[in-house]
């Protein structure tokens, strides 16, 4: 029997398909994802918000909504950003030998460069923006704070100024930080490598100190 084309079943019509409204942190999340690719890409001052809201698909004011322009949102990326980086550092610092933790220093700062490579190309730039959560130099510094006690540590143990380890860990903490940013466009010679370099730089320095260094220049001040 044939069958009545006008009896058909308005379920049988083509549907559209529904576009899937983002809840306010779905939204936020996309916006910050959006944002470090770019800023990564073209700096704060190349990226724009017109450019955010056009990736995100949503309106210039979207973005106004959620962090109240591109300063905003910029701060956030950087401040997570710093976050993670600090973290995967102290929670790295586990061994009980100084060498050993030099090697693991090194490593999660290696290991965050080669993960997170939109990240630290975003914290090695200077902030634009005084209001901004951080830069990089305060990140160091944080950083470096985490191994003063270890350094300390050490000094008393072999007869050195436990005041000055704070000097020292910003060194060693600067020295393998540059390291990383040059090595973040290289990448050559392999992770294992450079770590296994600036720890043989920095241990037999660490090895060899004076208890008392001189200098040995015309130049005494």
């Given at each position: 029997?044939?069958?009545?084309?006008?009896?058909?079943?308005?379920?049988?019509?083509?549907?559209?398909?529904?576009?899937?409204?983002?809840?306010?942190?779905?939204?936020?999340?996309?916006?910050?994802?959006?944002?470090?690719?770019?800023?990564a890409?073209?700096?704060?001052?190349?990226?724009?918000?017109?450019?955010?809201?056009?990736?995100?698909?949503?309106?210039?004011?979207v973005?106004?909504?959620?962090?109240?322009?591109k300063?905003?949102?910029?701060?956030?990326?950087v401040?997570?950003?710093?976050?993670?980086?600090?973290?995967?550092?102290t929670?790295?610092?586990?061994?009980?030998h100084?060498?050993?933790l030099?090697e693991?220093?090194?490593?999660?700062?290696?290991?965050?460069?080669?993960?997170?490579?939109?990240?630290?190309?975003?914290l090695?730039r200077?902030?634009?923006?005084?209001?901004?959560t951080?830069?990089?130099?305060?990140?160091?510094?944080?950083?470096?704070t985490?191994?003063?006690?270890?350094l300390?540590?050490?000094?008393k143990?072999?007869?050195?100024?436990?005041?000055?380890?704070p000097l020292?860990?910003?060194?060693?903490?600067?020295?393998?930080?540059?390291?990383g940013?040059?090595?973040?466009?290289?990448?050559?010679?392999?992770?294992?490598?450079v770590?296994?370099?600036?720890?043989?730089?920095?241990?037999?320095?660490?090895?060899g100190?004076?208890?008392?260094?001189?200098?040995?220049?015309?130049?005494?001040?």
């Open positions: 029997m044939a069958t009545d084309s006008s009896s058909t079943s308005s379920n049988d019509k083509p549907r559209r398909a529904r576009r899937t409204r983002m809840t306010g942190a779905e939204r936020r999340q996309q916006l910050l994802e959006i944002g470090r690719t770019l800023f890409a073209k700096g704060f001052e190349g990226t724009s918000v017109e450019e955010i809201a056009a990736k995100a698909g949503v309106s210039k004011p973005v106004y909504e959620h962090f109240g322009g300063e905003g949102l910029y701060a956030v990326v401040d997570r950003e710093m976050r993670r980086l600090l973290e995967m550092v929670s790295s610092l586990t061994a009980g100084p060498r050993e030099c693991q220093a090194a490593f999660a700062l290696l290991d965050y460069i080669e993960e997170y490579t939109d990240g630290f190309r975003i090695v200077d902030s634009p923006i005084p209001q901004s951080g830069s990089f130099a305060s990140l160091i510094s944080d950083i470096a985490q191994v003063e006690d270890i300390g540590r050490e000094f143990s072999r007869g050195f100024d436990p005041k000055l380890a020292y860990a910003q060194a060693l903490v600067g020295m393998v930080a540059l390291t940013q040059w090595w973040l466009d290289v990448r050559r010679p392999k992770k294992a490598e770590a296994a370099h600036l720890v043989n730089l920095a241990w037999h320095g660490l090895d100190l004076e208890p008392k260094p001189r200098l040995i220049g015309h130049r005494k001040a």
